[in-house]
Each structure stands twice: as C-alpha cells, then as structure tokens.
C-alpha cells in the first residue's frame, strides 16, 4: 500500500475537481490547471474528496504512479485555492534587482545587466533585495526560482549570492595570514 496514495484528497471550499477525457480539471479561487491522467491509475471524484486508487497492488509501476498522480493533484488542489511562494535574498555589495510585468533584471556583479523573461502564469515581485515568485504550478514556481539562483549562487566566504531565504549558507575560513617576521 501506498502510504500518500491511499490517502483521499480533500477539496477546500471553492475548488471544484472534475474528469474529462483522460485529464482531471480542478478549478478554483486562483485559476485552474488540468493534467492529463495515468492510465495506470484510477481517479474517482467524489462530493468534497478525489480519491487515487489503482487495481493491482501487486505491480510496482502502478504503486510508484499511484503516490505520484496523488501528489500532482494535490499540488494542483493547494495551488489553485492557495497558491505557491518562493522568496530569494539577493546578497552582495552593488547586487540589485528590477521587475517589469514581462522580466526580471538582475544585476548580479557581472560585467553585464541578466535578463530574464517571466513565465506565464508567474508573478515576479522585487521588493529592495528580496525577490518573491508566486504562482498557482508548484513546478514551475520552483523551477523559475531555481533558475534565478543559478545566475548567481551563494558562495561559502562571503555568502554572497542569490539564495533562498530559508537556506543556510555553510561559511568556511578563509586563509589565515602568518605572523610578520616568523
């Protein structure tokens, strides 16, 4: 049995879920996203719940599909009633950031301004060094955001560099200066 699987999805208060043709459309407050459906696995919506089930316990492909179409619906279930949020720190002497509605500009310590286009469906904001991504597709939140990052990513001396402002930089020692004269 599938420990995530088995368990039933629960649908807040205005989202909707419903099957069309091989693909499962949940609708809610922030927008709407569908994805097309495994046939390995069998999706059931009921009133409030959508239930993952598959018909063989047996066979490992429809168990490893049956915790993972589980996972992506409820993704799909938070991020149209809640959406999703990534904040990056911008840290460096001259590093600096700015935002249109298409692209984001980063000025990272390179002999040149990097720009790079938003996604759709992604919302960029600036705000001083902080830079949140936002959206309703936990994939593509996380990916933009892992993007931005490798443009500029955090080094150990100094700790500058584009991080995540939950991740914790490991510093290290620089080199130690010997003693004048020994």
Do not use: C
């Not at 490893?64 to 149209?80: D, P, Y």
């Not at 996604?119 to 597709?137: D, R, Y």
């Amino acid at each position: 049995m599938s420990k995530i699987g088995k368990r039933p999805i629960e649908l807040p208060e205005g989202v909707t879920a419903k099957l069309e043709a091989g693909k499962i459309l949940v609708t809610g407050p922030k927008g709407k996203m569908e994805l097309a459906t495994n046939p390995l696995v069998k999706i059931k919506v009921e009133e409030k719940n959508v239930v993952v089930s598959i018909d063989d316990l047996s066979n490992t492909k429809k168990k490893a599909m049956w915790g993972t179409m589980r996972s992506l619906i409820n993704g799909m279930v938070e991020g149209v009633s809640k959406g999703f949020e990534k904040k990056l720190e911008v840290i460096g002497v001259g590093y600096r950031v700015t935002t249109d509605k298409k692209k984001i500009n980063l000025h990272l310590g390179y002999s040149h301004p990097i720009d790079l286009e938003i996604p759709e469906g992604l919302e960029v904001t600036a705000v001083k060094n902080v830079i949140t991504v936002s959206g309703i597709n936990k994939q593509s939140v996380g990916q933009f955001a892992s993007i931005i990052r490798s443009k500029r990513k955090p080094e150990p001396y100094k700790g500058k560099g584009v991080k995540y402002s939950n991740e914790v930089i490991r510093r290290k020692a620089g080199k130690v200066m010997k003693a004048a004269g020994a």
